[in-house]
C-alpha cells in the first residue's frame, strides 16, 4: 500500500528518469522528458506532471515515438529558420537542441524562429518561453495537438486543444509568461476530473450530439469548446495554420488519423518565435524592459496578479519543502518503475 510522500525536487527527478530509461528511452530523450514532467509537478501543473508519464510510456510501447531518438539541427539556409527534426522522438529534446541556435540567430536578427518537426508531444510549453526569457529574450510557442474541439458554432472535435505560450523576460522578478490551451481549459483537466470523479464546469465541452456536458467521460468522447467562442476558435485556427501547415507539418485533424486515438501522445510539430526587445524598440522611448515593469507594476497595483505568479509561488514550496505527492501519484510513480511498458495497455 503506498503512502503520501513529499520528495525533494532532484529525488522526483532521479525517479522519473529512471522510469523514462526502464521504458527505453535513451539519456537524451529521457532527460529533457523529465525535465518538462518535473518542471510540470514543481510548479503544481499537475495537468501536465506526472500524471503524463503513462500517456508517454503507451505511446512507446504502440511504436508511435522513437525513444531512441537523437534530435538533428538541420544546416541554416541563410535566413531567420531555424529547424530541429526530432526524428520521432519528443518535443523536448529537440527543443534543447535548437535552443543555443534559437538565441544566437536572435540576438543576431533581432528576430528569429525555431521550427521543430516530427516530434511527440505532451508537454506544456512555457518551460521553452521561460528558457528564452531566461537568456533576455521575449517568444512565443505554438503547437497544434490532436482533434478534440469544435470550432465555436460546430458540434464536433476538429481543432487541437493548441497550446500558446509567451514568455516576456525581467531583470528583478521572474518572467512574465502566459501558457494557455485554447480550449476552455486543457485536455489533461478533464483527465484529472474524470479520474477524481468530479463533474466538469459548465461551458467546458459538449456530448456527441453537440448537447452540453459537464461528465468528464462523455465530455472526452464528444467535443471541448474553444476559449472565447469565436475568438478562441479563430486563435486555434492561427495555430493549426503557423505551427501544422505553415511549417510543413500536421494539423490536428490529420494528427487523431495518423494515431487513430486520443490516448496516445500526439505527433506533429512546433513553432517558436524569439524577439530581442531592444532591437525591436531600437533607441526609442527607453529600455523596453524598464518600460515593461510599468505596465506589470500598473496591473498589480489594482490588486490583480500575474500569469505565472501562481506557479512561481508553487515552485518556491516546492524548492524549500519538495514536492507533496498523494498516494495516488507514489503508487503511480512505484508501478511504472517496477513494471516498465508492462504497466500500461
Ligand atoms: P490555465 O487556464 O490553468 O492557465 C493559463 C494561464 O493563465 C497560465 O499562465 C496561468 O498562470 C494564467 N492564469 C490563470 N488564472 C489567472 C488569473 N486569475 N490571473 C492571471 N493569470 C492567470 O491553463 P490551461 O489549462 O489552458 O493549460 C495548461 C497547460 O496545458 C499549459 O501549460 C499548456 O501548454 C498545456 N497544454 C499543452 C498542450 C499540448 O498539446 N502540448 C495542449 C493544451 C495545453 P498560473 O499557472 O500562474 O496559474
Ligand atoms: O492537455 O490538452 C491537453 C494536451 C494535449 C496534448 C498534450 N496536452
New binding site residues.
Given amino acids: 500500500m503506498s503512502e503520501p510522500r513529499t520528495m525533494t525536487i532532484e529525488a522526483l527527478e532521479a525517479r522519473v528518469e529512471a522510469i523514462l530509461r526502464r521504458a527505453g528511452l535513451n539519456p537524451v530523450q529521457a532527460g529533457a522528458v523529465m525535465r518538462v514532467i518535473v518542471a510540470?509537478e514543481r510548479?503544481?501543473?499537475k495537468?501536465?506532471g506526472i500524471y503524463r508519464l503513462e500517456g508517454v510510456l503507451r505511446t512507446v510501447k504502440a511504436g508511435k515515438v522513437d525513444p531512441g531518438a537523437v534530435p538533428v539541427v538541420l544546416p541554416g539556409d541563410g535566413s531567420a529558420i531555424t529547424r530541429v527534426d526530432a526524428r520521432r522522438g519528443f518535443?523536448g529534446p529537440a527543443f534543447e537542441a535548437g535552443l543555443p541556435v534559437l538565441v544566437e540567430r536572435t540576438r543576431a536578427l533581432g528576430l528569429a524562429a525555431l521550427v521543430i518537426n516530427d516530434c511527440t508531444?505532451?508537454?506544456?510549453?512555457?518551460p521553452d518561453v521561460e528558457a528564452l526569457a531566461g537568456h533576455g529574450l521575449a517568444s512565443l510557442a505554438l503547437?497544434?495537438?490532436y482533434s478534440a474541439v469544435a470550432p465555436a458554432g460546430g458540434i464536433a472535435a476538429l481543432l487541437?486543444?493548441?497550446?500558446?505560450?509567451f514568455g516576456w523576460p525581467r531583470t528583478q522578478a521572474p518572467p512574465y509568461?502566459?501558457?494557455?490551451?485554447?480550449?476552455?481549459?486543457?485536455?489533461?483537466?478533464i483527465e484529472l476530473r474524470r479520474r477524481a470523479g468530479e463533474t466538469l464546469p459548465e461551458g467546458w465541452a459538449i456530448d456527441g450530439d453537440g448537447q452540453p456536458t459537464t461528465d468528464p467521460q462523455t465530455a472526452l468522447a464528444g467535443a471541448m469548446l474553444p476559449?472565447g467562442g469565436h475568438k478562441g476558435s479563430a486563435i486555434s485556427t492561427m495555430i493549426e495554420l503557423l505551427a501544422g501547415v505553415m511549417i510543413g507539418d500536421l494539423t490536428s485533424p490529420e494528427v487523431l488519423a495518423e494515431l487513430g486515438s486520443t490516448s496516445l501522445s500526439?505527433m506533429h510539430g512546433e513553432l517558436v518565435v524569439a524577439f530581442s526587445p531592444e532591437r525591436f524598440a531600437g533607441a526609442r522611448r527607453g529600455d523596453p524592459l524598464a518600460r515593461a515593469e510599468i505596465l506589470f507594476d500598473a496591473i498589480l497595483g489594482q490588486g490583480?496578479?500575474?500569469?505565472?505568479?501562481?506557479?512561481?509561488?508553487?515552485r518556491e514550496v516546492s524548492q524549500t519543502s519538495g514536492i507533496a505527492l498523494s498516494a495516488a501519484e507514489t503508487a503511480l510513480l512505484d508501478r511504472l518503475l517496477a513494471e516498465g511498458l508492462d504497466a500500461v495497455g
Avoid at 304 to 314: E, H, N
Fill in positions: 510540470g510548479d503544481a501543473c495537468s501536465h518535443a508531444h505532451f508537454s506544456a510549453l512555457w503547437c497544434p495537438s487541437g486543444t493548441n497550446p500558446l505560450a509568461v502566459f501558457d494557455f490551451a485554447t480550449s476552455v481549459a486543457a485536455r489533461g483537466e476559449f500526439p490583480a496578479r500575474l500569469p505565472s505568479q501562481r506557479r512561481f509561488a508553487a
